[in-house]
C-alpha cells in the first residue's frame, strides 16, 4: 500500500515534476496558441458550474459532455453552442471521451461513487482531471488516485476551492505567523438545513437515464430507485454518498488540517449521531426516511497534539442558543457553515468561501481578511506549467481531507446499532482524549435536537466505534472488521484499481 510519510510524497512529487517537463497536455505536440479541449462528465448540478468556468477561461474550449441522461447532455450542449460557437459532443460513457485525441483535460461532478474511477481512468487515458470533492467515496480509492497522478505523469485538482481563495490563504498565514498565538483545535461546522428526502420506496428511474451506467462501481441496485428524487438525494444514501460529512465535510475539513498544519490522517476517531427528526412515517420506534446518512453526527479526530472536530446538523438551525459560536458567526439564526480555530490568544473564523474574520480573547473583532480565487483557472495553469507544486489543490491534499469524512463515518457506521442515552454517550467521550470540551459539544448538540423535537430520551443516538488508525499503512488496528469500509465491492468492469495496480 502507498506509504502517505511526507519524505516519500515529496521524492515521488519531485520525480513526478521531471516527468512532466515536457510541453503537451493531452494531445501530442499541441502548442501554446491552441484551445485546451475540456470533455465536462456529470452535468446535471455541480457540472453547471464547472462548465461556467470553462466557458470563462479563453484557453479552454468544451469539446466533450458527458452525463447518463441523454435529455441533460443535451441541453447542456445546446446551451455551451450558443455561447463558445462550438457545439460539443453529447456521450454517455465517458470512456469515449477519455478516447477522444481532441480532449485535453477533464472535469467531472459526477455522484461521489464515480469520482475516482473517472479520475483514474482519464489519467490513464493521458488526460489531466480535475474531481470534485469529495476526491473519492472511499480511503483506498484516494490512495490510488494519488499512485495514478503520479504514475502517469498527470495533474489531478481537487474541487476543494478555499485552497485558490485570497482570504482563506491570508488567514492561513496570518496563524502561521502566530496571529493567534498556539493553535490546536480547529471545528468544523456544516449548520445547514437539510428537509427529509421522503420515505424509502419504489420509484422510477427518469426513463432518458442510462442507469446501468449511472449506477458503475456501484453494485447494481433492483432497477428501481429507492428515494423521490433521483438526482442530487443519492448523497443521503451511503451506497452513493457520504452524507455531508462527506458533501460539506470536505471544504471545512480541508480548511482545518491546513490551517492547523496537518500533514496526515487522524490516530484515533470517534463519532456519534443519527438520522433524526423526519416525521415521514414510523415504524418500530424508528424515524423511517429513504436516506441512511446521518443528519446529526459530531466525529471527533486526534492528532496527537492537535484535534479537528466537525459538527453536522441538518434539522432546523434558526434560533440558536450557541452563545459562543452566534458570536463568532455574527449571527444568531441560518446556516452556519465553515471553521472556527481556537488559538491562545484569539480566534481566526471562516464563514464563507473568501472571507474570514480575526478576534482577540475577548471575541472582539481585530482583522478581517477578503477575496476569493479562480481555482479552474489555476487548474488549467498547471496543467500549461506541468508543475504539481503549482496546484492549489493537489489530489494528495483532497486526499487526506475526504478521508476525514470518511473515517467518521465508518466509525458512525461501525456503532450504528449501539443507540446510547445522553448520559451514556457522555461516559463514553470522558474516556476520549480530544482537545475540544467534548461534553459542552454534546450538550450543544442536544438542545439542538430538543429544539427540533426530537425526545432525545427516547430517540437515542448512535455512539459510534472508537477506532484507531494507523495513518501510514491506512489500516485500523483495534477493529480490523471496520477495515472492509476503507473500500467498497466494485461491480465489473466498473472496478476502481487499487494503488499498486493502477
Known amino acids: 500500500m502507498t506509504s502517505l510519510n511526507r519524505r516519500r510524497f515529496l521524492s515521488t512529487a519531485s520525480a513526478a515534476s521531471l516527468a512532466l517537463a515536457a510541453p503537451a497536455i493531452g494531445r501530442a505536440g499541441i502548442s501554446a496558441n491552441d484551445k485546451i479541449g475540456v470533455a465536462v462528465v456529470g452535468v446535471n448540478g455541480r457540472g453547471g458550474e464547472h462548465i461556467s468556468e470553462f466557458l470563462r477561461d479563453d484557453r479552454t474550449e468544451i469539446r466533450v459532455i458527458v452525463d447518463v441522461d441523454e435529455a441533460v447532455a443535451n441541453r447542456r450542449c445546446d446551451d455551451i453552442e450558443k455561447k463558445q460557437g462550438l457545439r460539443p459532443k453529447p456521450v454517455s460513457d465517458m470512456r469515449q471521451a477519455f478516447e477522444d485525441d481532441a480532449v485535453d483535460i477533464i472535469s467531472t461532478a459526477t455522484p461521489n461513487h464515480w469520482h475516482a474511477l473517472t479520475g483514474i481512468w482519464a489519467m490513464q487515458a493521458g488526460k489531466d482531471a480535475y474531481i470534485e470533492k469529495p476526491v473519492c467515496h472511499n480511503v483506498l480509492e484516494g490512495t490510488a488516485l494519488i499512485a495514478a497522478s503520479r504514475k502517469y505523469g498527470r495533474m489531478c485538482q481537487v474541487g476543494t476551492q478555499c485552497r485558490s481563495s485570497k482570504a482563506i490563504i491570508e488567514a492561513v498565514a496570518f496563524m502561521r505567523s502566530g496571529g493567534i498565538g498556539e493553535v490546536k483545535l480547529a471545528r468544523g461546522l456544516c449548520y445547514k438545513r437539510r428537509k427529509s428526502i421522503g420515505a424509502k420506496g419504489d420509484y422510477a428511474i427518469p426513463a432518458t437515464v442510462n ?10 441496485t433492483d432497477p428501481r430507485c429507492t428515494r423521490p428524487n433521483f438526482h442530487y438525494d443519492w448523497h443521503w444514501q451511503r451506497h452513493y454518498g457520504n452524507g455531508d460529512l462527506g458533501n460539506q465535510g470536505p471544504h471545512q475539513t480541508d480548511i482545518a488540517r491546513w490551517g492547523l498544519g496537518i500533514d496526515t490522517h487522524p490516530s484515533r476517531i470517534l463519532c456519534y449521531g443519527g438520522r433524526l427528526g423526519y416525521q415521514a412515517e414510523r415504524r418500530d420506534d424508528k424515524y423511517v426516511d429513504a436516506g441512511d446518512t446521518a443528519n446529526t453526527e459530531v466525529s471527533i479526530y486526534d492528532y496527537g497534539d492537535r484535534s479537528i472536530v466537525f459538527e453536522t446538523r441538518g434539522l432546523s438551525v434558526d434560533d440558536s442558543d450557541d452563545t459562543e459560536l452566534n458570536t463568532l458567526f455574527q449571527s444568531k439564526s441560518g446556516n452556519k457553515v465553515g471553521v472556527v480555530f481556537y488559538g491562545t490568544e484569539g480566534y481566526v473564523v471562516q464563514d464563507s468561501y473568501s472571507h474570514c474574520w480575526v478576534y482577540d480573547r475577548d471575541m472582539k473583532v481585530v482583522k478581517e481578511f477578503k477575496g476569493g480565487g479562480e481555482h479552474f483557472r489555476n487548474f488549467v495553469s498547471a496543467c500549461q506549467s506541468r508543475k504539481v507544486e503549482d496546484l492549489a489543490a493537489d489530489v494528495r491534499e483532497g486526499h487526506l481531507s475526504a478521508a476525514i469524512s470518511h473515517l467518521g463515518n465508518i466509525s458512525f457506521y461501525a456503532g450504528e446499532s449501539n ?26 448538540t442536544i438542545q439542538h435536537l430538543k429544539k427540533n423535537g426530537v425526545n432525545t430520551d427516547a430517540d437515542f443516538l448512535s455512539l459510534g466505534a472508537l477506532l484507531e488508525f494507523n495513518p501510514e499503512q491506512e489500516q485500523f488496528t483495534n477493529n480490523p472488521s471496520a477495515n472492509a469500509w476503507l473500500t467498497r465491492e466494485y461491480r465489473a468492469p466498473y472496478i476502481c484499481p487499487t494503488a499498486d495496480k493502477v
Open 211 to 220: 442507469f446501468d451506467m449511472w449506477s458503475g462501481p456501484a453494485s447494481l
Open 419 to 444: 443507540r446510547l442515552a445522553v448520559t451514556d454517550i457522555s461516559a463514553a467521550l470522558r474516556d476520549f482524549r480530544s482537545l475540544d470540551d467534548n461534553e459542552a459539544t454534546l450538550q450543544r
